[in-house]
């Protein structure tokens, strides 16, 4: 008879990081701006412009992906994002962020 010591933990299996190109269209630009995956910053801009792109390599399972945004848009002007996700397989999806003054949102993009 099998106890649970003779049975192996599962095994995590990390998914291999991918090629992703993000484009970012903002209707006013942030003061400062930074992307997160996985809790770890990939990407960060101080004073971007209207549209900022940039490409990326993550783990991108099959389920998508969690990306966490982090803006200081001015304070008392209602701002928005049009983000642009080209996936591995050149897939686009698209998304959107309204904000005023320091805002974090979290996309989930499949």
Known sequence: ?????????????????????????????????????????????????????????????????DLQFELSWPENVRSSARVRLTDPQGAEHEKGIWGSGPTTEVLTFP
């Open 1 to 65: 008879m099998l106890s649970a010591s003779d049975v192996a933990p599962p095994k995590l299996v990390e998914k291999p990081a991918q090629p992703v190109h993000l484009q970012i269209d903002f209707t006013t630009p942030p003061k400062t701006f930074r992307l997160l995956s996985l809790g770890k910053e990939v990407w960060n801009e101080s004073a971007p412009g209207e549209t900022i792109e940039h490409d990326l390599t993550l783990a991108y399972p099959k389920e998508g992906v």
